[in-house]
């Protein structure tokens, strides 16, 4: 009786289409999946919910990948940023809750918008030759995923800044997030975030995202990517700045 309770039609078919929309997004254009659901998903169930929510998502995804892709995995790259991640995830996990919601939808707002702005700009990466720079990279990305879910940004953007041929930016990309999506979910339910709402939420949302899947394979290689990447990226200003003036 209490997880029938918990369970609200309305609002898992919203989160639905949401996730839909989102898996859509990154099958098509390559990126901003989780940038374009959280703003969508937080005003309906609030941010300490959705960060959970996002990381069993993508635990979801990256399980049905690494199904097929699991001898793909390499860790000689990126095992700093993996480590540092996992490391300071649980200090973004601390931050989401004891800080105001409201200054963390500002703070997230801005990041959609200045992301968003810094790729529709192409605003050119510095090359950073020392691996050293894995240590500052993964630790503000376990921040942002313990936080939003979001620690992929600041792995991408440490990626930007290497000259790695587009398969080994790949492969070292999904490595990365293989072995953090994982380790974040069990730091993640430890620490009593994966309650019966997220739980009952992931259950009835992921057959949208497997959906959106399908649909992004079939019209991938229809859709003109530059246009629809722009598309996105103006999606993602709209959607920061609706978070910024809902923390206001």
């Known amino acids: 009786m209490s997880i029938l309770a918990e369970f609200d039609l309305g609002q898992s078919v919203l989160i639905g289409l949401i996730l839909f929309l989102s898996t ?8 901003g999946g989780a940038l374009t659901a959280m703003p969508l998903i937080i005003p309906i169930i609030g941010l300490p919910p959705a960060a959970p929510l996002m990381n ?3 635990v979801t995804t990256f399980s049905t990948v690494v199904w ?3 001898r793909d995995l390499r860790f000689q790259d990126v095992w700093r940023l993996v480590l540092m ?3 300071f995830a649980p200090v973004g996990i601390w931050i989401l809750s004891q800080v105001n919601e409201s200054l963390l939808r500002l703070f997230f707002g801005g990041l959609c918008v200045i992301y968003a702005a810094m790729r529709m700009f192409k605003v050119p990466a510095p090359t950073l030759r020392r ?3 894995q240590w500052l990279y993964g630790a503000i990305s376990g921040i942002f995923t313990g936080t939003f879910s979001l620690g992929g940004v600041a792995a991408v953007l440490y990626a930007d800044t290497q000259p790695w041929e587009p398969e080994r930016f790949r492969l070292n990309l999904f490595s990365f997030f293989f072995v953090t999506s994982y380790i974040n979910i069990i730091t993640r339910y430890l620490s009593g975030q994966i309650t019966t709402q997220v739980i009952i939420l992931w259950i009835t949302s992921t057959p949208f995202l497997f959906i959106g899947l399908w649909v ?3 019209i991938a290689n229809r859709v003109d990517q530059a246009r629809f990447s722009k598309l996105v990226l103006l999606l993602l200003i709209v959607l920061g700045g609706r978070l910024i003036y809902s923390g206001l």
């Open 68 to 70: 097929q892709r699991w």
């Open 216 to 218: 992004g394979e079939k």
């Open 56 to 58: 069993l998502f993508g």
């Open 131 to 133: 691996p050293g720079w």
């Open 24 to 31: 859509l997004v990154v099958r098509v254009s390559g990126f």
């Open 85 to 87: 991640n996992v490391l």
